[in-house]
């Protein structure tokens, strides 16, 4: 999330989009607004644009609502109405058919100068205002509306781990070389693996990899190759058995051994967290990324829930499955309550909604819960500080990075983008239709 200005109006901001417009593709009407603001790369990158594409960025961080046709009548057809009852001029003058635009003043207006300005350079990322309570003072959590019962805690003075954060400034590794010959020695070291632990499966790694060839385009045909290079877009195609996930998991490891930043997106959550298992088996540091809604939890735990019972006798009763801790919902801020914690529902959490201190009118300061660094509700976000590999579905990714985790308001889509070195899809198609 980013800082819009100050002089950011709203029912002025298709103002903003005829500064861009005029002032960066140089054209005065636009038509051709909604393919700008699409996002696609062919025309974020065209040549044409390269003066344009900070304005694009920008104005793409500042509001969304500009992506189709209608929308923008829409907006003009506000903004001249909004101009008609105040009798008043904006800094334009729309047409609402032709959506051609000119500036009302002779004299460039200071709101056009000024947006033109902040559009052309690089905008700040917003911040979170609250920082994390005082453990060894006392709080207050308001359980539900300001009607609802409120929850004396504290002071904790158990000792409290220190709060550390996500890294925007690590800068993501290009071209990345990964010999056929590494992926052996892995295989290898995978089947040992397994064998010293009699309880694990096997994987059977060399004797899947030795059926599996590699291959890659090459003058109209394919090839076989020795070396898989990973750079831009690659697409890994092949038949049903033909060695895809074996290939995966071998490339998942090797990244994680040489500290490379991934992040492998499944179809079902359930397929993350089986990979999240055997990454970890083997060596990797891997963690895994889950949506935060009170919902999703619910249907990720549930899920694991069956998926416990039906690995364990007697219904799962005192057993569990690798990666189920990253699923657990419940608060230990209540354990420290003072008061009577009844309303205090299962699931219920104020990660984020902890008060504590006064304002000057009395108001309670809103703060982050200090328990947030230890709390087993919160071991999934908190391992991905550490992880090289992050495994998920890729709704997960629409998620806001915890405040206790991060100091800019971004979410792991952004976080994703700026600072992996590789975003892998496992079934593309599924990825697509989740996103449509």
Not at 130 to 139: F, G
Not at 166 to 180: E, G, N, Q, S, V
Not at 332 to 341: K, R
Request: hydrophobic share 40%; proline share 6%; aromatic share 8%.
């Amino acid at each position: 999330m980013r800082v819009r200005p100050d002089f950011w109006v709203a029912d002025e901001r298709i103002c903003w989009l005829c500064v861009l417009m005029e002032g960066f593709a140089g054209t005065n009407s636009l038509e051709h607004a909604p393919a700008l603001m699409s996002g696609m790369a062919s025309v974020y990158n065209a040549p044409i644009l390269r003066a344009a594409r900070q304005a694009i960025f920008n104005m793409r961080q500042m509001s969304l609502a500009f992506v189709t046709p209608h929308s923008i009548k829409h907006a003009v057809a506000l903004y001249n109405e909004y101009h008609h009852q105040g009798q008043s001029s904006g800094p334009y003058r729309i047409d609402a058919e032709t959506l051609t635009f000119k500036q009302t003043n002779p004299f460039e207006d200071a709101l056009i100068a000024r947006a033109r300005d902040y559009l052309s350079r690089p905008m700040e990322h917003a911040v979170h205002k609250s920082k994390p309570a005082d453990p060894l003072a006392p709080m207050i959590v308001q359980i539900g509306d300001a009607r609802g019962p409120r929850i004396p805690i504290g002071p904790i003075t158990t000792p409290v781990v220190k709060r550390r954060n996500h890294d925007l400034t690590r800068t993501p590794r290009r071209m990345i070389r990964i010999p056929i010959s590494e992926l052996w020695k892995i295989a290898e070291e995978m089947d040992g693996h397994d064998a010293l632990a009699p309880d694990w499966r096997r994987g059977n790694w060399v004797h899947r990899l030795s059926g599996l060839s590699v291959m890659k385009p090459d003058r109209g045909g394919l090839s076989e190759t020795d070396v898989i290079d990973i750079e831009d877009i690659k697409h890994l195609i092949g038949l049903p058995g033909s060695g895809k996930t074996t290939l995966l998991m071998l490339l998942a490891v090797w990244l994680g051994k040489h500290r490379y930043r991934a992040m492998l997106v499944f179809p079902a959550i359930e397929v993350a967290r089986q990979y999240m298992a055997d990454l970890a088996f083997h060596g990797v540091r891997v963690g895994m990324l889950v949506g935060q809604n009170p919902t999703t939890r619910r249907e990720h735990a549930e899920r694991i829930a069956e998926a416990i019972a039906a690995a364990g006798g007697q219904g799962g009763f005192a057993h569990t499955i690798p990666g189920a801790d990253s699923f657990a919902a419940n608060c230990v801020l209540s354990a420290f309550a003072a008061g009577n914690t009844d309303a205090w529902r299962f699931g219920y959490a104020p990660c984020d909604e902890v008060f504590q201190g006064q304002d000057k009118l009395g108001r309670m300061h809103k703060r982050l819960c200090p328990l947030w660094t230890m709390c087993g509700r919160n071991k999934a976000p908190r391992d991905l500080l550490d992880a090289d590999i992050w495994v998920g579905h890729v709704l997960s990714m629409d998620t806001q990075v915890p405040a206790h985790a991060i100091e800019e308001k971004v979410r792991y889509f952004k976080l994703i983008a700026r600072t992996f070195d590789v975003i892998i899809f496992d079934e593309a198609d599924m990825v697509q239709s989740n996103l449509d």
